[in-house]
């Protein structure tokens, strides 16, 4: 099969390419490196199958042949990325999303939106199912991205009942792993950056606030499987193990070792009280569900930063 990857550079985006190559199909990935790497790549340049081409998917992309899959991974990711690039983030979703669609409409090709469980805002029902409609303030500092994906998410739908697009959507949990930026803001990289130097974990609020975290090869595995699939609706992907960031901090600090002191900030504007999937469909459906371990994707998570001497605070 030939896959469209838009975000290939990404985190994500990355770890979806090598597995896409690496079960015999040809990718050419588009990213235009606003938070993406050519590094998270380097283990694919010069690859026969692959091809990366620096593009912003908010303009037409002129590729020559057909795709049999467009995967849509383009947005920046993280709270630091996004309120940094508030208008690109809405673009991407908005702009970026429809031209991709009209590549999928062109080709008869299957599209897939990478979408996020931040369309659920604050939620008000715990654990988060697909049907529950969320809790998102649309004018707060992070709807560029929650609004952004929750339009994605109604433009593909009405491409598939418009036009019979067959498209699916992944609402993705908090993912991690190797590749991630070490300075992104995220909760992984950020509190594996301090305890590597040594400094001071920073968690915000009373640390009571809970997420779960689910490791890239997982989710890849996930979104490959739903992208084959039949299901037109949302489906969540992410690890249903739920703890509190309190609780992660002191994980984390107990896999890189080391006497870190756990200090506390102001939790910032609308950031979420609790997170944690409903995975039941993608377990019905898909015959999903995360197998790698906290403790064993830690342990790999950690290592990558190590082997790549990220032991101060560095872009990855």
């Known amino acids: 099969m030939r896959y469209l990857v838009a975000g290939g550079a990404g985190f994500i985006g990355s770890h979806l390419c090598e597995r896409l190559i690496a079960e015999g199909h ?24 692959f091809l990366l081409v620096e593009h912003d998917v908010v303009l037409p992309l002129e590729v020559s042949g057909r795709f049999d899959f467009v995967m849509n991974l383009a947005s920046p990711a993280s709270p630091k990325d996004y309120l940094q690039h508030p208008i690109e983030t809405l673009r991407t979703g908005s702009e970026g999303t429809f031209n991709l669609l009209e590549i999928s409409r062109r080709d ?19 654990p988060q199912v697909e049907t529950y409609w969320g809790n998102v303030n649309p004018v707060g500092v992070r709807s560029c991205y929650d609004e ?8 593909t739908m009405a491409y ?14 908090n993912t991690y792993g190797p590749r991630m930026k ?8 950020a509190f594996i950056d301090q305890a590597l ?20 090869s997982d989710l890849v595995d996930g979104l490959v ?12 992907l992410g690890n249903p193990e739920e703890m509190t960031v309190l609780e992660f901090a002191t994980r984390i600090r107990q896999v890189v070792g080391g006497d870190s002191e756990i200090v506390y900030q102001p939790l910032p504007e609308d950031d979420p009280q609790r997170r944690q999937p409903d995975i039941s469909k993608a377990r019905r459906l898909l015959g999903w569900e995360p197998r790698v371990g906290l403790d064993e994707g830690l342990k790999l998570t950690v290592e ?8 101060a605070r560095s872009s990855c």
Not at 26 to 49: C, K, M, W, Y
Not at 304 to 311: A, D, E, S, Y
């Open 160 to 173: 598939h009942r418009q036009w019979g697009v067959r498209t699916s959507i992944a609402r993705i949990f």
């Open 26 to 49: 040809e990718v050419v990935a588009v990213d235009n490196f606003i938070t993406g790497s050519r590094e998270s790549l380097e283990q694919l340049e010069g690859h026969p199958r």
């Open 148 to 155: 952004a994906k929750r339009f994605a998410e109604a433009l």
């Open 108 to 126: 008869d090709a299957r599209f897939l939106l990478a979408s996020t469980s931040e369309c659920y805002g604050d939620p008000l029902e715990h």
């Open 182 to 189: 070490l300075d992104d803001g995220r909760i992984v990289p």
């Open 225 to 236: 499987r739903l992208a084959q699939s039949e299901e037109r609706y949302p489906v969540n």
């Open 197 to 216: 130097r040594g400094a001071p974990i920073t968690v915000f609020g009373s640390g009571s606030q809970t997420r779960s975290f689910c490791y890239v």
């Open 304 to 311: 990558w930063f190590r082997q790549k001497g990220l032991n």
